[in-house]
């Protein structure tokens, strides 16, 4: 019960990381706020309330400065502190410079960096008065060049140096700043996306045949490296990037 008497925000918390990261931190004693862009996260409020965790859920879009205000604002509302962040919104653009259009270039930016500043900015002065921690987010295309990928490329690359800028601001405040990096996982969106491919099972072959595991990573083994990174047993640790990539970046 690491996280006992402490009050836990995730961002797209609907599926795949962010949603079984909510149950976890919940199993670690947290009070824990869901949010989601669609009211995909209500459901995993529901889950949490049916085991009596404390939750709450928010809709709204945290890539908008008042979105993000409205999950602060309840979280201290129902639960008058903020300990952990968990910026885990985000969306996946496929292809190259050329292919990728300004709307699809504005939007992931918007959706997978500015939400990041958003949450960040609103929730600083609550977690400089519990020393507390904010995860991001990154991939392995923010420290690995991969075809087909260049606007998602950039968005988490912005992410991890944002990461440690503000690790490096803050440091001195005891706010931690943390990145954990995840390779291919086979969540609920990577599953649609293969689907959608012109071929689902040799792309579902190409993403395995990458891994040098042979397999794809999941959800769980990521919510594992994000209670780590949030853990309060380990406050030596700020402006990391923990990489779960089964061992791809190499």
């Known amino acids: 019960m690491i996280f006992e008497g402490k009050t836990v925000v995730i961002t797209g918390a609907g599926a795949g990381m962010g949603k079984v990261s909510a149950l976890r931190f919940a199993q670690e004693g947290a009070s824990v706020v869901v949010n989601s862009l669609s009211a995909s996260a209500a459901k ?18 945290v890539s908008e400065m008042e979105g993000a205000q409205r999950v602060i ?12 962040v968990v910026n885990a919104a985000g969306v996946v653009a ?30 600083m002065p609550y977690l400089r008065e519990t020393k507390g921690v904010i995860v991001n987010i990154t991939s392995t295309v923010a420290i690995k060049g991969v075809k087909n990928r260049a606007v998602y490329s950039a968005t988490k690359g912005a992410i991890l140096s944002l990461s440690r800028s503000m690790a ?16 291919t996982v086979e969540s609920e969106s990577f599953k649609r996306r293969v689907a959608a491919s012109p071929d689902p099972v040799q792309a579902m072959k190409d993403f395995v045949a ?34 779960v990539d089964g061992c791809m970046t190499v």
Do not use: H
């Not at 959706?111 to 990041?116: G, L, P, Y």
């Not at 490096?168 to 995840?182: S, T």
């Open 44 to 61: 995993v409020c529901e889950e949490l309330k049916a085991q009596n965790y404390p939750a709450i859920f928010v809709q709204a879009d």
């Open 73 to 84: 604002d309840a979280a201290i509302a129902a639960f008058g502190r903020i300990d952990v």
């Open 94 to 123: 496929n292809g190259s410079v050329e292919e990728c259009d300004e709307e699809t270039w504005d939007n992931s930016m918007k959706v997978n960096v500015k939400s990041v500043y958003c949450m960040s900015r609103l929730a």
């Open 168 to 183: 490096a601001e803050y440091v001195g405040e005891g706010i931690r700043v943390n990145c954990v990096c995840p390779g």
């Open 210 to 243: 990458r891994q040098p595991m042979g397999r794809l990573g999941t959800p769980a083994e990521l919510a594992e490296a994000i209670l780590f990174a949030a853990s309060p047993n380990v406050t030596f640790m700020s402006g990391a990037n923990i990489v």
